[in-house]
């Protein structure tokens, strides 16, 4: 114990923690547009874990795979339409560029949606068939995630050499960064509002979908009380499958998102940490909870960006799950709390 707290003040006097606190005033309005990007991001993502915990009480370790999934499939789906991903700035037209950002954001949709679907139906559907317990569930959830990686870093390779391997994809810069306005003194570019605007309104449809349609009343159903709801004539399998294509449908959409923020973030590990932040932005939030999920992915954005320029760059990620932690220390339902089974229409 001793040892520790030497060892901590090593790094206070090394200088290794940053308290700079003066930094994250002058910046904070350039921060907090930042933040609201990456965690719009991690919001979207988010809801596909909640969806599915919600639903069947199953934490879906395997979602950020369907998101890198849907890196790939976007790149594909470019590619067959003649484009080039070199790292240059894509400068063909707006004609153009709108139709490759809707290629990419159905192809990288369909993908995901296609393979959380196929996921369900090979991995969690013969589990469920057999009455396997949640331990075994999460097990497989974790396997399968592995499964997915190391094909795209292995197998793919082998099927075309240009997707897949250790290195990154080429990078896919389709929309320039141009500022649109000001916000006091942060400069609000034409990527951010995208990302933020599309990943709120996607986030707001999906709730809306969830708590006012007669097919959300079916997903609620079931996540309540699965035997009730199939003997009111509810199909538990189709809300099921339904409810993991939904997740991987915007999983694909936050693809395409991520891209336009990080050209070059396209690899086989790719969502990996996005989809731990993306679950701690779920829990944080409540998980189950859609509203919880947003609200967390947001959160989670701002503190680990406020954070590193507080502590230091390479504290950004410890910040993000260090704040997840003490939130649950104090409300471990998260903030909101509700979960979807509980929900009413």
């Keep these: 114990m001793r040892a520790s707290a030497v060892a901590d003040a090593t790094l206070l006097a090394n200088g290794s923690i940053d308290f700079n606190v003066s930094g994250v005033v002058d910046q904070f309005w350039r921060l907090t547009v930042d933040g609201l990007t990456y965690g719009s991001i991690y919001a979207l993502v988010a809801v596909g874990y909640t969806l599915v915990f919600g639903v069947l009480l199953l934490i879906n370790f395997a979602h950020s795979e369907i998101f890198m999934l849907g890196m790939f499939g976007q790149l594909v789906g470019l590619m067959l339409l003649g484009f080039t991903a070199s790292g240059d700035i894509y400068s063909q037209g707006t004609v153009l560029t709108v139709v490759y950002l809707g290629v990419a954001t159905v192809i990288g949709a369909l993908v995901s949606g296609g393979a959380a679907v196929g996921l369900e139906r090979v991995a969690y559907r013969p589990l469920r068939r057999r009455g396997a317990k949640r331990l075994i569930f999460l097990i497989t959830a974790i396997g399968m995630s592995f499964v997915l ?153 701002l503190a680990e960006n406020y954070g590193q320029i507080l502590f230091g760059t390479e504290w950004r990620d410890v910040v993000a799950f260090v704040l997840l932690v003490v939130v649950l220390m104090v409300r471990p339902t998260g903030i909101l709390g509700e979960s979807l089974g509980r929900a009413r229409a």
């Design 149 to 301: 990686q190391e094909f795209v870093h292995y197998v793919l390779p082998k099927i075309d050499p240009d997707l897949g391997g250790t290195n990154a994809q080429q990078p896919i810069i389709l929309v320039k960064p141009v500022d649109e306005f000001h916000l006091f003194d942060a400069a609000i570019t034409n990527v951010a509002l995208v990302i933020v605007v599309a990943a709120v309104a996607l986030a707001v449809i999906t709730d809306v979908v969830i708590n006012r349609t007669r097919f959300g009343r079916g997903i609620r159903a079931v996540a309540q009380d699965p035997d009730t709801a199939t003997l009111m004539g509810v199909s538990r399998e189709r809300v099921i499958m339904l409810t993991f294509l939904i997740g991987g449908l915007l999983a694909g959409a936050a693809a395409l998102l991520y891209t336009l923020k990080i050209p070059n973030g396209i690899i086989y590990s790719g969502g990996f940490i996005l989809g731990i932040k993306a679950f701690s932005a779920a829990v944080l939030g409540g998980i189950g909870n859609l509203r919880g999920a947003l609200l967390g992915g947001l959160l989670l954005g």
